[in-house]
């Protein structure tokens, strides 16, 4: 029959479903017909049925029921066939069983459940969490398999139930157990955490001085604490752990840790018991002893030693005035009017404020307004006083100290000095001017026109004028006064004419003996430039044709070029510089020796032609600051405090190590080096047959011709003039 279902199958019959063979989607079911319950029959023999067109209907370890061609409609029982009409046919025929017989009343469905033998039924699904599941079909709370729920495991606060454990554990199957957060799992769960309550403390973790297990190898503060703490040790400190925490110590027993850093005890801290100054740290103990350069018991009184009152109490000059006594000390240093270390070789040397070099002398104006000259003696141009006119610096020792100030006047000081061919001029404190040397003429100021030397007379100046500059000739004098007239005076003084509103700014005389000439700077920047007397020889030093018929009021103005003025002039024997407004030069006049610095030898100035924007500049390199011109040469110093010179060059006076003339081929200014003045720089320069400089330390140096000394170095041998003689230039030794 078609099997469907079994709900309107027999008690008395079971249905069992194996699936011994399938075919096509199809089960064989067996049908048997069971004895009654009392045993009084044995069992049919097997009758094949009809296979069930609907598998689904047969399923392992659940009821089976078998229903008919329609699963709303019970199967219809087939007639029933009397037991004892099954049998065999002929022999050797089919067994046939007779048709089974079924009541018309309902039959009871075929209930399988985990009791039924082969059904495949399992109550316990293996799990450990929701309790062990029991077959007890039963049981009112038995399932349709039969099976009674398993009670679950319950587990304390805190825990819960773990499959893979199989008891109640803390421990998550499937999350990292990390309470505190540090990425390792607790050791309680399997993890490397030996304290999961503590973020610091992890395998591996570094080590602290803090009492914990920080890496969880069993030790409290172990070796790497200790390497912890020694990194925290400030410099003079070991620092230890102990008890869980670093101990630091300072390393000297005479050092306190003050805020973290080692600090020196100071015992003399509030003792009183010693002199003021006088308490030493003895190291947690203290002495009253007065210190270096203090004299005293330590415990009354310590006085400081002078010891710049003793010579060898001190390593400075012998010279009081490089000591300076400081409290318990002193030092070398020498004044504000002297320059130097104020030991050793150099010592302290008198500054000097101007140089002047003349006709083979040099004077100066030193700080504190005295003045020494050295060189050539002739006519007493030196100030010495007395008759011997012998000349002083080219012999060893004449210079320093033992070189006499000029006395200018009880009570007067020197601003300024002008050394000329034969007298010297100083303009004073008060305005006056005091000249000393040839008298020919009275430049000296005394009627006696024999004398020589330095007399107590003053220059013949205007009634209440002063004297602003002045200059030095033959046996004459140059003033320029307060009121910006500039005169001459020999017996007398003698003004020049201007012409109308010309005030003079600045001047200069020619350096040559007999005839020579004066250029002045008006107040509108032009420079006006005439002979001073009939020996005169026009070269063109004027900067214009002189035409002896003219007035001098009547003077042209040097031509400079278009929109350019002067500042400063500078005049040699016959030849004429001016600095101009941006700091160019521009010379004319007699160039026999290259003293234009133009390249060549050709005079100009004699023409109009040769003047204005015709006159080219001179190749500095630079812009300059002064100028200053002797016989035949001239020199700049530039900006930066460098210095060149160019012209004749017979003694050294250009300074280059060589006596050739520069100036007078073309390019060579434009080439020509700054001469080597050592490590100070220049600020003011002046030239006559030799040169000199004036240091920013107050030094002054001087090379060229020195036939009489006039360098100052305590010989009579020139310097420039050959390799090398620059380069150990020694300073001029002006004194105490």
């Not at 600090?263 to 308490?279: E, K, L």
């Amino acid at each position: 029959m078609l099997v469907r279902d079994v709900e309107n199958v027999s008690a008395r019959s079971r249905v069992i479903c194996r699936a011994t063979e399938r075919r096509s989607g199809s089960c064989f079911i067996l049908l048997f017909t069971l004895a009654a319950c009392d045993g009084s029959r044995s069992p049919p023999d097997l009758a094949p049925t009809t296979t069930t067109d609907n598998p689904a209907s047969v399923s392992d370890g659940g009821s089976v029921v078998v229903s008919g061609p329609d699963a709303s409609e019970p199967v219809q029982p087939e007639a029933a066939v009397p037991m004892d009409a099954v049998h065999s046919g002929d022999a050797g025929g089919p067994v046939t069983a007779p048709p089974l017989a079924f009541p018309d009343a309902a039959i009871p469905p075929l209930v399988i459940n985990c009791l039924t033998p082969d059904s495949g039924i399992q109550c316990d699904d293996g799990a450990f969490c929701n309790g062990v599941e029991a077959c007890s079909p039963s049981d009112a709370r038995a399932d349709a398999r039969g099976c009674v729920t398993g009670r679950a495991v319950a587990c304390i606060a805190g825990e819960a139930c773990s499959e893979q454990r199989r008891m109640c554990s803390r421990c998550s199957d499937s999350a990292l157990d990390d309470d505190d957060g540090d990425g390792h799992e607790s050791s309680a769960c399997g993890g490397d955490d030996c304290r999961d309550d503590d973020p610091l403390v992890f395998a591996g973790a570094p080590d602290a001085c803090d009492g914990k297990d920080n890496d969880c190898d069993g030790a409290i503060d172990g070796a790497y604490a200790e390497q912890a703490c020694s990194a925290l040790a400030p410099a003079g400190a070991t620092s230890t752990c102990s008890s869980g925490a670093c101990a630091v110590r300072c390393s000297d027993a005479d050092f306190d840790l003050v805020g973290g850093a080692c600090v020196r005890h100071d015992d003399c801290a509030g003792i009183t018991a010693c002199a003021p100054g006088s308490c030493v740290d003895a190291s947690r103990a203290y002495t009253c002893t007065c210190p270096a350069g203090y004299a005293g018991n330590g415990t009354t009184a310590c006085a400081d030693i002078d010891e710049c009152a003793t010579a060898s109490a001190n390593t400075c000059d012998a010279s009081p005035l490089a000591c300076l006594n400081t409290p318990g000390s002193f030092r070398c240093e020498c004044p504000a009017t002297h320059f130097g270390n104020g030991s050793g070789e150099q010592g302290c040397a008198r500054k000097a404020l101007q140089v002047s070099a003349g006709y083979h002398h040099t004077c100066a104006v030193l700080a504190g307004g005295k003045v020494k000259c050295w060189g050539s003696d002739a006519f007493g141009k030196l100030g010495l006083g007395g008759s011997s006119e012998m000349p002083r610096g080219g012999v060893a020792g004449q210079l320093g100290d033992a070189l006499p100030y000029v006395q200018v006047g009880a009570g007067r000081s020197a601003v300024a000095v002008a050394s000329g061919s034969d007298v010297t001029c100083s303009v004073l404190d008060d305005g006056s001017v005091k000249c000393w040397g040839y008298n020919g003429y009275g430049a000296v100021g005394t009627p006696n026109l024999s004398s020589v030397g330095i007399t107590e007379t003053y220059a013949p100046l205007p009634v209440g004028r002063k004297c602003g500059a002045v200059a030095s000739g033959s046996g004459y004098g140059f003033a320029l006064l307060d009121d910006g007239s500039l005169g001459r005076w020999g017996q007398t003084f003698s003004p020049y004419v201007m012409g109308a509103g010309q005030k003079v700014r600045s001047f200069d005389r020619g350096t040559r003996y007999d005839g020579y000439h004066l250029c002045a700077v008006v107040e509108s920047g032009g420079v006006r430039c005439w002979p001073v007397n009939q020996f005169v020889q026009d070269v063109g030093q004027f900067g214009w044709a002189f035409d002896a018929s003219l007035a001098p009021e009547n003077y042209p103005l040097t031509a400079l070029g278009a929109g350019r003025t002067a500042t400063a002039v500078a005049l040699g024997d016959s030849h004429s510089c001016a600095l101009l407004d941006n700091g160019q030069v521009k010379c004319w006049g007699a160039n026999d020796k290259g003293q234009l610095g133009l390249g060549d030898t050709f005079a100009r100035g004699a023409a109009a032609a040769d003047m204005g924007d015709a006159l080219p500049a001179v190749a500095l390199g630079a812009s300059a600051k002064a100028i200053a011109a002797g016989a035949q040469h001239t020199c700049a110093l530039l900006e930066g405090g460098s210095v060149k010179c160019w012209g004749h060059n017979d003694a050294g006076q250009l300074g280059q190590g060589h006596v050739r003339a520069i100036g007078d081929e073309a390019g060579e200014v434009a080439a020509l080096g700054a001469i080597e003045l050592g490590d100070q720089k220049a600020v003011a320069i002046d030239v006559g047959f030799h040169s000199c400089a004036l240091l920013e330390n107050g030094a002054v140096k001087c090379w060229g011709s020195n036939a009489f000394g006039e360098l100052g170095l305590g010989d009579t041998a020139n310097r420039g003039d050959t390799a090398g003689s620059m380069a150990g230039l020694k300073a001029i030794d002006l004194g105490e």
